[in-house]
């Protein structure tokens, strides 16, 4: 059973680029999450998709969006790079249901993108 | 606001010895608490969970978890540590369960031989 899935695992790109990263969620879930980890912190929380929506969002600029694919797979995207989104970017999965509320499961973590802004 | 403090941010303890990582959250409600270990380069894993019931939790690779309400504590143990046990531990409490998680600042674990 695969789990979380990120790609690519590494990225370099010059201020004012825009990039992608993508994201596979573990099988049977249907939720996905993403997060910034600058280095030598904890990873902060950017915002969540479920049902191809943004369900929550965290205290990041409009720079940051995102997408979510009827298989569930995510994007994150973000324009305009500059040298503090130098990161490892996580994503996490988890299983909400049809019920549309709030999950009762647990994130599980993808290996993450390390991202680096010139 | 809600917010989770990991006062340790490097602990070294030799192999064999016994180990203690400390969480303080703050929170109104009950909250969902994890504990996720990384490795170097790697991306989080999940060692154990409370979400209501038996405050003692078990977890995989031998850890464990007590979650004290009085306190707003979540630590961590573990009886004997490996040197295979060396990495960063973040504590994280959940808004909601399945929703946004908040982290700690991590705590780096370093074994001497």
């Known amino acids: 059973d695969a789990g979380v899935t990120q790609s690519p695992t590494h990225l370099i790109k010059t201020r004012g680029q825009q990039v992608t990263l993508r994201c596979s969620p573990k099988?049977?879930?249907?939720?996905v999450s993403w997060y910034q980890q600058a280095l030598g912190q904890g990873p902060q929380f950017i915002f969540q998709?479920?049902?191809?929506?943004?369900?929550q969002r965290g205290n990041f600029p409009d720079r940051f969006s995102g997408h979510q694919y009827p298989n569930y797979s995510s994007e994150l995207n973000v324009n305009a790079l500059l040298l503090g989104d130098s990161a490892l970017y996580l994503c996490?999965?988890?299983?909400?249901?049809?019920?549309?509320?709030?999950?009762?499961?647990?994130?599980?973590f993808g290996p993450g993108t390390r991202l680096t802004v010139l | 606001a809600q917010s989770v403090t990991q006062p340790d941010i490097h602990i070294t303890v030799s192999e064999g010895a016994s180990l203690e990582l400390r969480c303080n959250y703050s929170?109104?409600?009950?909250?969902?608490l994890f504990w996720y270990v990384q490795s170097p380069g790697q991306g989080l894993q999940l060692l154990l969970k409370?979400?209501?019931?038996?405050?003692l939790v078990q977890g995989i690779k031998g850890f464990e978890a007590e979650f004290k309400r009085s306190q707003s504590s979540f630590n961590l143990r573990k009886p004997s540590v490996h040197w295979s046990d060396a990495a960063e531990y973040f504590c994280?409490?959940?808004?909601?369960?399945?929703?946004?998680?908040?982290f700690g600042s991590g705590t780096r674990l370093l074994v001497r031989p």
């Open positions: 998709y479920y049902e191809e929506e943004e369900r």
């Open positions: 996490a999965s988890s299983f909400s249901g049809t019920s549309g509320g709030a999950s009762t499961d647990t994130q599980y």
């Open positions: 099988s049977g879930h249907d939720t």
């Open positions: 929170y109104g409600a009950t909250p969902y």
């Open positions: 409370y979400f209501s019931g038996d405050t």
């Open positions: 994280a409490v959940g808004v909601i369960a399945g929703y946004k998680l908040i």
